[in-house]
């Protein structure tokens, strides 16, 4: 296993260097093979591992790399650690990212920086495997961080568009926040167990419990605080409520981005950060009720937002963050098992709907608006089936409990963890959960039915005019077609007539869809029920899992009604009386106003942060900088100097006695100082 693991961490790592230094002088293609086959081969090789786990054949064990640091008793090597957890987050994360850098061969196929783009996802997804391989908390700090600058990187790859770096500065330094209260985590954590081991700190943490320590001048529970520093570096990575605004900016990056960052993986190394210190948040009763208050809070929060946009692809983000908030507050109730199930369905899913939103963009000349779509199920067939396959998954589809979609197994196991729990903000989250679950279907139901029925909406685009008119400018000159679409269609689409993407693009759709329609089915008794499977990577609260089990049927018939509710209620709103959305919103202008305008949290941020901040930058800037430090500093020392050379200008008259009566003065003061001495 040590060659493999070598091979699947450092293998993207190198095809990254090869990509991006040799750019455009290996040119497209090679940086392409590179990459992508560099990411198929740590695939192929993750998936024996997971199996491997699954079957129980396996053992936890650390793969030495190098010696890193040894500083009194700070010590750390670079090592890598696989066990059942690091297995799950392998298969998830290679196998988005092979198909993500497949898909992106097609997606990309026209942009001009095609190596610099291919070896930002190659780096992105070292980073993520060195976070979720670490053996030690500064380890995992270093991939933490590695995440944050590719997803920078990502996220403003079209750096000429002033959206995209804005986006991409307001993701930075969001996570810059949350990364402030992980790191002081860590140090919280080596002053208190003198280790930054993970494995030596989950083993001591049990006895640390209901001990003190000193922070902000107050006595406070010493593991309270390390996991509540700890979790405000998860929230901020997993885009929980209060640092959650950079998540639906980031959609400004290029849509294979938004699949990778924002399904599978940056956004889940909170979730994986909480399951691996399991042991640790155990111990902190309140740690474990905030983690479940703010995953509830997130998951409402995110669903309500959901249901306004227009934007395809932030209503997958809200729902990703929506999604984010399930297993939070799954690990917030202890149902560890269940929150990491969660995480593995949903990278499928999620990915495939992302993607297969990229599918419907390109098929639409980059035109993201639904209000703008319809009727596309007869024009992108495959698309059409695939995004399907993704929505039944996420609203949790199942047949007669013979048969589920992905979702169905990992959410229900949620909902029924939290009403288990017993606890009061277990049960909060279980009803919070429920009505999400209502809201999840209804915006999910919402994309299929505005993007794929009703009639062609096409004409109203000033994205597909220009289309159109590249179209026909290009039959002018001989042409037949457009790269994006064709012309001469009958149908009152103004002459543009949508087409399917090309099967690069197709194949990772199919294959993901896969994943989503089985992965719950084939999954599940390992993931919620095995303590054997986990073999001691998570916490695993046996008495919850019976608990799970045993919970009422109205418990385990609620998340298929709302399903069914949310379905109606969007089928009534869009396919059967389409007028009734407008209808809504001029009854409830504020409540819409409201979600539409994402709780007005940027707003808010902007007064209370942004301003300020800026407005004590100028500060500094006109009033200390140029007004102190430069006046007297350097503009003030080449003042002297100027004033200087004007006065020893005038004393160079040129005239000769004028010097001579300078020498005379100049000798009467020195006999008169030796005098005087």
Same mark, same amino acid.
Request: hydrophobic letters at 50%; glycine letters at 10%.
């Given at each position: 296993?040590?060659?493999?693991?070598?091979?699947?961490?450092?293998?993207?790592?190198?095809?990254?260097?090869?990509?991006?230094?040799?750019?455009?002088?290996?040119?497209?293609?090679?940086?392409?093979?590179?990459?992508?086959?560099?990411?198929?081969?740590?695939?192929?090789?993750?998936?024996?591992?997971? $199996?491997?786990?699954?079957?129980?054949?396996?053992?936890?064990?650390?793969?030495?790399?190098?010696?890193?640091?040894?500083?009194?008793?700070?010590?750390?090597?670079?090592?890598?650690?696989?066990?059942?957890? %690091?297995?799950? /987050?392998?298969?998830?994360?290679?196998?988005?990212?092979?198909?993500?850098?497949?898909?992106?061969?097609?997606?990309?196929?026209?942009?001009?920086?095609?190596?610099?783009?291919? &070896?930002?996802?190659?780096?992105?997804?070292?980073?993520?495997?060195?976070?979720?391989?670490?053996?030690?908390?500064?380890?995992?700090?270093?991939?933490?961080?590695?995440?944050?600058?590719?997803?920078?990187?990502?996220?403003?790859?079209?750096?000429?568009?002033?959206?995209?770096?804005?986006?991409?500065?307001?993701?930075?330094?969001?996570?810059?926040?949350?990364?402030?209260?992980?790191?002081? +985590?860590?140090?919280? %954590?080596?002053?208190?167990?003198?280790?930054?081991?993970?494995?030596?700190?989950?083993?001591?943490?049990?006895?640390?419990?209901?001990?003190?320590?000193?922070?902000?001048?107050?006595? $406070?529970?010493?593991?309270?605080?390390?996991?509540?520093?700890?979790?405000?570096?998860?929230? +901020?990575?997993?885009?929980?409520?209060?640092?959650?605004?950079?998540?639906?900016?980031?959609?400004?990056?290029?849509?294979?981005?938004?699949?990778?960052?924002?399904?599978?993986?940056?956004? %889940?190394?909170?979730?994986?950060?909480?399951?691996?210190?399991?042991?640790?948040?155990?111990?902190?009763?309140?740690? /474990?009720?905030?983690?479940?208050?703010?995953?509830?809070?997130?998951?409402?929060?995110?669903? !309500?937002?959901?249901? !306004?946009?227009?934007?395809?692809?932030?209503?997958?983000?809200?729902?990703?963050?929506?999604?984010?908030?399930?297993?939070?507050?799954?690990?917030?109730?202890?149902?560890?098992?269940?929150?990491?199930?969660?995480?593995?369905?949903?990278?499928?899913?999620?990915?495939?709907?992302?993607?297969?939103?990229?599918?419907?963009?390109?098929?639409?000349?980059?035109?993201?608006?639904?209000?703008?779509?319809?009727?596309?199920?007869? =024009?992108?067939?495959?698309?059409?089936?695939?995004?399907?396959?993704?929505?039944?998954?996420?609203?949790?589809?199942?047949?007669?409990?013979?048969?589920?979609?992905?979702?169905?197994?990992?959410?229900?196991?949620?909902?029924? &963890?939290?009403? &288990?729990?017993?606890?009061?903000?277990?049960?909060?989250?279980?009803?919070?959960?429920?009505?999400?679950?209502?809201?999840?279907?209804?915006?999910?139901?919402?994309?299929?039915?505005?993007?794929?029925?009703?009639?062609?909406?096409?004409? =109203?685009?000033?994205?597909? =005019?220009?289309?159109?008119?590249?179209?026909?400018?290009?039959?002018?000159?001989?042409?037949?077609?457009?790269?994006?679409?064709?012309?001469?269609?009958?149908?009152?689409?103004?002459?543009?007539?949508?087409?399917?993407?090309?099967?690069?693009?197709?194949?990772?759709?199919?294959?993901?869809?896969?994943?989503?329609?089985?992965?719950?089915?084939?999954?599940?008794?390992?993931?919620?029920?095995?303590?054997?499977?986990?073999?001691?990577?998570?916490?695993?609260?046996?008495?919850?899992?019976?608990?799970?089990? +045993?919970?009422?049927?109205?418990?385990?018939?609620?998340?298929?009604?709302?399903?069914?509710?949310? $379905?109606?209620?969007?089928?009534?709103?869009?396919?059967?009386?389409?007028?009734?959305?407008?209808?809504?919103?001029?009854?409830?202008?504020?409540?819409?106003?409201?979600?539409?305008?994402?709780?007005?949290?940027?707003?808010?941020?902007?007064?209370?942060?942004?301003?300020?901040?800026?407005?004590?930058?100028? $500060?500094?800037?006109?009033?200390?900088?140029?007004?102190?430090?430069?006046?007297?500093?350097?503009?003030?020392?080449?003042?002297?100097?100027?004033?200087?050379?004007?006065?020893?200008?005038?004393? =160079?008259?040129?005239?000769?006695?004028?010097?001579?009566?300078?020498?005379?003065?100049?000798?009467?003061?020195?006999?008169?100082?030796?005098?005087?001495?």
């Amino acid at each position: 296993m040590s060659s493999s693991i070598l091979i699947i961490v450092f293998g993207p790592l190198l095809a990254s260097i090869i990509a991006g230094l040799g750019n455009r002088a290996i040119g497209n293609v090679p940086a392409k093979v590179v990459t992508t086959g560099a990411l198929f081969l740590s695939c192929a090789l993750s998936w024996p591992i997971f $199996l491997s786990f699954v079957g129980g054949s396996a053992e936890a064990s650390v793969v030495p790399v190098l010696k890193w640091v040894q500083s009194g008793t700070l010590t750390f090597d670079w090592t890598l650690r696989v066990d059942t957890l %690091t297995a799950i /987050m392998l298969v998830v994360i290679t196998s988005v990212s092979s198909l993500v850098h497949l898909y992106s061969w097609g997606y990309m196929d026209e942009d001009p920086d095609q190596p610099r783009f291919f &070896a930002y996802l190659s780096l992105f997804t070292f980073a993520m495997l060195m976070l979720v391989t670490a053996d030690n908390l500064v380890q995992m700090f270093f991939g933490w961080e590695g995440v944050g600058l590719a997803s920078y990187l990502l996220i403003g790859f079209w750096f000429k568009k002033p959206s995209a770096c804005a986006a991409a500065i307001k993701a930075f330094v969001v996570n810059r926040v949350g990364d402030l209260g992980f790191m002081l +985590g860590i140090f919280g %954590t080596y002053l208190v167990f003198q280790t930054t081991s993970i494995p030596e700190i989950l083993e001591a943490a049990p006895g640390m419990a209901g001990s003190t320590i000193g922070f902000l001048g107050m006595r $406070l529970d010493t593991m309270t605080i390390l996991c509540l520093l700890l979790f405000i570096g998860a929230m +901020g990575k997993s885009a929980q409520l209060g640092l959650h605004t950079w998540l639906p900016d980031a959609m400004e990056g290029p849509t294979p981005v938004s699949a990778l960052i924002h399904a599978a993986t940056m956004v %889940t190394a909170g979730v994986f950060m909480v399951c691996r210190l399991s042991p640790m948040f155990e111990t902190s009763d309140v740690a /474990m009720t905030v983690v479940t208050i703010v995953g509830a809070a997130t998951c409402f929060f995110a669903a !309500t937002v959901g249901t !306004t946009q227009w934007d395809i692809k932030r209503v997958i983000a809200y729902s990703t963050c929506s999604q984010l908030g399930y297993m939070f507050f799954a690990a917030g109730v202890g149902a560890y098992g269940p929150a990491m199930f969660h995480l593995f369905t949903h990278a499928f899913f999620k990915a495939l709907l992302f993607l297969g939103a990229g599918s419907v963009i390109h098929a639409m000349h980059h035109e993201q608006d639904m209000r703008y779509y319809g009727g596309l199920r007869k =024009q992108i067939p495959i698309t059409f089936w695939v995004m399907m396959a993704g929505t039944l998954a996420i609203t949790g589809v199942g047949i007669l409990g013979v048969f589920g979609f992905a979702g169905f197994y990992s959410k229900d196991a949620i909902l029924e &963890a939290a009403f &288990a729990s017993g606890s009061e903000h277990g049960q909060l989250a279980f009803f919070v959960g429920i009505f999400a679950a209502l809201l999840t279907s209804f915006y999910s139901w919402r994309l299929m039915f505005l993007t794929f029925w009703g009639k062609p909406r096409w004409e =109203q685009s000033e994205h597909i =005019q220009h289309a159109v008119h590249d179209a026909h400018g290009h039959a002018d000159h001989g042409h037949d077609e457009h790269a994006h679409g064709h012309h001469g269609a009958s149908d009152g689409t103004a002459g543009y007539h949508p087409h399917e993407s090309p099967w690069v693009m197709l194949i990772p759709l199919l294959l993901l869809s896969v994943g989503a329609v089985f992965a719950g089915y084939l999954f599940a008794p390992s993931f919620i029920d095995s303590e054997a499977f986990w073999n001691g990577s998570i916490f695993f609260d046996e008495h919850l899992i019976h608990a799970i089990h +045993g919970v009422p049927l109205w418990v385990k018939l609620a998340p298929a009604a709302v399903m069914l509710t949310g $379905l109606f209620l969007a089928w009534n709103s869009y396919i059967r009386n389409p007028a009734l959305p407008a209808a809504f919103v001029a009854q409830f202008r504020q409540l819409h106003a409201f979600l539409y305008n994402k709780w007005y949290f940027d707003e808010l941020y902007n007064f209370l942060f942004v301003r300020p901040a800026f407005w004590l930058g100028n $500060l500094f800037w006109k009033k200390g900088d140029i007004g102190i430090i430069d006046r007297f500093g350097p503009n003030g020392a080449a003042w002297a100097v100027v004033q200087g050379s004007r006065f020893a200008q005038k004393v =160079q008259s040129g005239y000769l006695y004028s010097y001579a009566l300078v020498m005379l003065l100049g000798l009467v003061a020195a006999i008169s100082w030796v005098m005087v001495r």
